[in-house]
């Protein structure tokens, strides 16, 4: 996933953490819908490492590290297309075992 942080900037003209969230949120909500079962966010924690320059293109990567019956964990990085680690997230997840609607 990617994400132009330059349209949702805070007042000193960088990426607004909100910004930044939404974008570690959507790959959140990506991965842990791959079995093709409903899940949702029980906890997600966030640290960010840096700001982003002006007009950088942020991109964000889930991976899931643990799984039981009705949860699972994953780490999430977001960096820039320099290689710079922007924030980092471990986010839990509540597997509901019901079926996603619209697949």
Same mark, same amino acid.
């Given at each position: 996933?990617?994400?132009?942080?330059?349209? +949702?900037?805070?007042?000193?003209?960088? *990426?607004?953490?909100?910004?930044?969230?939404?974008?570690?949120?959507?790959? $959140?909500?990506?991965?842990? +819908? !791959?079995?093709?079962?409903?899940? @949702?966010?029980?906890?997600?924690?966030? !640290?960010?490492?840096?700001?982003?320059?002006?007009? *950088?293109?942020?991109?964000?990567?889930?991976?899931? @590290? *643990? +799984?039981?019956?009705?949860? *699972?964990?994953?780490?999430?990085?977001?960096?820039?297309?320099?290689?710079?680690?922007?924030?980092?997230? +471990?986010?839990?997840?509540?597997? !509901?075992?019901?079926?996603?609607? $619209?697949?």
């Amino acid at each position: 996933m990617t994400y132009d942080p330059a349209r +949702q900037s805070n007042i000193y003209d960088r *990426a607004h953490g909100g910004a930044v969230f939404g974008l570690i949120d959507e790959a $959140f909500e990506t991965a842990a +819908q !791959t079995d093709g079962t409903v899940a @949702v966010a029980m906890n997600v924690n966030v !640290t960010y490492i840096a700001s982003p320059e002006p007009g *950088a293109r942020l991109w964000a990567e889930a991976r899931r @590290v *643990a +799984q039981t019956k009705r949860t *699972a964990t994953y780490d999430i990085r977001v960096g820039d297309a320099d290689g710079r680690l922007i924030a980092v997230c +471990q986010a839990l997840a509540f597997r !509901t075992g019901k079926p996603i609607p $619209f697949l």
